[in-house]
């Protein structure tokens, strides 16, 4: 790597890709320790209706507070969590924990849940998802399971089986980060998907002038429109982009605009003190 490729003068040896290697194995040794101590913990980011300006449900997302690094981003920890292996139970633990958390909100919100490829393809599954609404009695349509583009790049028997078998209990199913990876039609035709979350990269900057981004939306929302699909955009930042998204007919937004991701305790102190009106004007003031 070169100087001032953004990625931080550390990179400059050759001997950093062993630093690297080296840095991943600790890594993924101490999330072996943190999925035994508690160390990960789950925050929720609300989704807001266009239309009506209210939460409809959070999404839940895995946090790590490492005790000497500090905070570290799933898209750091998560993609080692897979190559290990790891993600099969911390996979299990986000679920069981979303769905618990999820029975003591107020009834009809739901929880979004990120599926890693790595779960998606194992055919034990549909049980953990199965286990974690028995466990928790939250109902089956209050679950949504987020899945990537990636999840085709197998396209096999074995994911039109599991698709049937998600759809067969209840559950409904999103396609997260759309438009950023193969983004073939195909499966949209084939696969049981409930909503199609646009990807921030769509969104932010959109209501710049001279944006192509807009007609990008537009072309996704008449596309999902036209197969019964929602459409979530994500990372709404700024009330121009808010704005924008909501002319541009997308049913449901998530962002900062809205709210970051927050613990638990804020979720139910939202809701107790909020009532169901004005919940989303409750999050924009914050
Ligand atoms: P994602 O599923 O696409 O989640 C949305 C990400 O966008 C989250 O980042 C969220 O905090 C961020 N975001 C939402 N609104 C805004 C905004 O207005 N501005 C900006 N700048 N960012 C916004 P986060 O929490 O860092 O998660 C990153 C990714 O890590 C997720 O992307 C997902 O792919 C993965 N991830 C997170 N939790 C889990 C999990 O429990 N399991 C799996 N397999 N993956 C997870
Ligand atoms: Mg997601
Ligand atoms: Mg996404
Ligand atoms: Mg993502």
């Not at 605009?257 to 939202?270: H, I, K, Q, S």
Request: aromatic residues 8%.
């Amino acid at each position: 790597a070169a100087k001032g490729d953004g990625r931080g003068v550390h990179r400059f040896y050759s001997s950093d890709m062993h630093t690297d290697a080296e840095d991943r194995r600790q890594l993924e040794q101490d999330l072996r320790q943190a999925l035994i101590n508690d160390g990960l913990h789950l925050v929720y980011q609300p989704v807001v209706s266009s239309k009506t300006e209210q939460v409809t449900g959070y999404e839940a997302l895995l946090r790590w507070n490492h005790p000497v690094r500090g905070a570290i981003s799933p898209a750091v920890f998560v993609p080692i969590a897979e190559d290990t292996g790891l993600i099969a139970q911390i996979g299990e633990w986000v679920m069981r924990t979303a769905c618990r958390d999820a029975a003591q909100w107020q009834d009809g919100i739901r929880v979004a849940v990120n599926v890693s490829p790595t779960q998606f393809a194992n055919p034990g599954f549909p049980s953990t998802v199965m286990g974690a609404l028995a466990a928790s009695q939250l109902a089956p349509e209050r679950l949504e399971l987020e899945i990537t583009e990636s999840v085709f790049l197998n396209d096999d028997d074995g994911t039109d089986a599991m698709f049937s078998r998600l759809k067969g209990i209840g559950v409904r199913l999103a396609l997260d980060d759309f438009g950023t990876g193969y983004s073939s039609l195909g499966y949209l035709k084939k696969a049981p998907f409930d909503k199609i979350k646009i990807d921030q990269s769509f969104v932010r900057g959109a209501a710049a002038k001279g944006s192509r981004n807009s007609a990008i939306i537009k072309a996704i929302v008449s596309l999902a429109e036209a197969l019964g699909m929602d459409t979530t955009a994500e990372g709404a930042e700024t009330q121009d982009e808010l704005d924008l998204i909501r002319q541009l007919g997308c049913s449901h937004i998530q962002g900062y605009v809205y709210g970051r991701p927050m613990p638990m305790a804020d979720v139910l102190a939202r809701q107790q003190s909020a009532g169901t009106a004005a919940f989303a004007e409750g999050f924009k003031s914050s």
